[in-house]
């Protein structure tokens, strides 16, 4: 069974920062792009900032120079550092990752989300 399950979420003012977590578990895997996407009440799905195994990034020019996705290979986790936070950056952030599960193939993941709230 492949779970990706994150955490850091939390309540925070305006200008402050948190920091997100999200690992892979699972047996025979191989965690291919990772990356994070949001969704604030009423609004569609976002992709946030996406990473390649090979540690290639990109972000959504709303969060380009405040947020920063990096990854442990190792460990199978994937981060999203988020500084100068903004009250436009609440929502539910979802943690995403390619998995290559042995013989069976690629597949997408996700997490179930964690909160981020950010008071003006």
């Known amino acids: 069974q492949v779970q990706l399950v994150e955490s850091g979420g939390g309540l925070v003012q305006a200008g402050g920062s948190l920091r997100l977590s999200c690992a892979a578990s699972?047996?025979?895997?191989?965690?291919?792009?990772m990356g994070w996407s949001r969704q604030a009440p009423g609004n569609q799905r976002e992709l946030v900032a996406t990473?390649?195994?090979?540690?290639?990034?990109n972000y959504a020019d709303s969060v380009k120079g405040r947020f920063t996705i990096s990854r442990d290979n190792a460990k199978k986790i994937v981060y999203l550092e988020m500084d100068s936070l903004k009250p436009e950056d609440t929502a539910v952030y979802y943690c995403?990752?390619?998995?290559?599960?042995?013989?069976?193939?690629?597949?997408?993941?996700w997490g179930q989300g964690t909160q981020v709230t950010v008071s003006s």
């Open positions: 995403n990752a390619k998995i290559v599960r042995w013989i069976t193939g690629l597949f997408d993941y």
């Open positions: 699972g047996s025979r895997i191989t965690v291919k792009d």
């Open positions: 990473i390649t195994f090979g540690n290639m990034t």
